[in-house]
């Protein structure tokens, strides 16, 4: 299935099974960053694994670690410019 634009590849994340197992490149290139990043992003996390010498992601993985709770973010205050 060609990924030329975001909905392509939008709904091709949606259709890939939870249980699929994904090589590297092709893992990064469902997520909705850069590559270079996604592969980061995977290999931070411990997401990759060895399957007899290649990179390997099972997408169940990865949606686990999309869902796990993130550390509190700092509130960003907005501040309103008063009229003058």
Known sequence: MPTDRPYDRNLERLLVSPG???????AS?????AKRDARTWL?????????????????????????????ARPKVLHLRREAL
């Open 43 to 71: 290999r931070q996390r411990g997401l990759v694994r060895d399957l007899e010498g290649r990179d390997v992601v099972v997408w169940a993985d990865v949606i686990a670690a999309l869902q796990a709770p993130t550390e």
């Open 29 to 33: 290139e469902l997520l909705p960053i």
């Open 20 to 26: 699929a197992i994904l090589s590297l490149e092709k």
